[in-house]
């Protein structure tokens, strides 16, 4: 008799991720993807009783409290979805021997205290809320030593959502001109492009022999090449002007300004670039650059 479909559960499923995983993961198995009306990681106990029930074979989790700035003030439920809820799933998949695919963040990284990208061992020092509660997520979830992969990533945008590219694209239409943060530096990462490669991940230890040799852990994952806040507007502004859209603040009009002179509640990392070599090494992945999905949901956005 074959076997049945591997359950995959997705939490979070209006999220950019959670929206382009639904599409990525289907032909893996039977997808059961919730909304936080179905699945609200701030109920821990809820949470457990419904992987109980559901027993999936994988867990993915793009679900998370992601209001940077109001995270400062709202600790309470930035530490119960980020940093509580992603033990609750470790728990329940290792009882399950379920593998847990959970999505983290450049900002458990200090972002001023090195240059270089960041690898997966480089020491992890979070200046804000966010940050502090996504790394005690990632450390909940290594405690529970369930088969896992952590997939830190950066600077995450859509077709669905609301995103920098969104924010700017309006933006350049609407106002005369805009002055953007130029001293941050990151790669733009497509939701699409975090769910393709998860989706890969997934099937290969879905048809692993030996799942006891998969190789589970922390993974960088994010567009290749690098730019700023400053960088991305320009870019898209270009894009969409060559596209025949009509601007209010066209490329030249986008000044560059330092982070010091557009104060948020939370601090934001200078350097949010993420090495990606032990991601393409180990699963035998080619990463594109950030231009070219950018361009891709620009074309989405500008032909809907």
Known sequence: MARDLPLILITGKTGQVGFELQRSLAVLGRVVALDRSECDLSQPEALRALVQRLQPDVIVNPAAYTAVDKAETDQAAAQAINGAAPGVLAEEAARLNALLVHYSTDYVFAGDDQTEPYTENAATAPRS???QTKLAGEDAIRAAHARHLILRTSWVYGAHGANFLKTALRLVQERDALKIVADQIGAPTAASLIADVTAQLV??????DEPAAYPYGTYHLAAEGETSWHGYARYVAAAAQQAGVALKATPERI??????AYPLPAPRPANSRLDTQKLRATF???LPQWQAGVDQVLTLLLHR
């Open 129 to 131: 809320v966010y940050g």
């Open 203 to 208: 099937a290969q230890y879905l048809h692993t």
């Open 255 to 260: 000044e560059a300004i330092p982070t010091s």
């Open 284 to 286: 035998g992945l080619t």
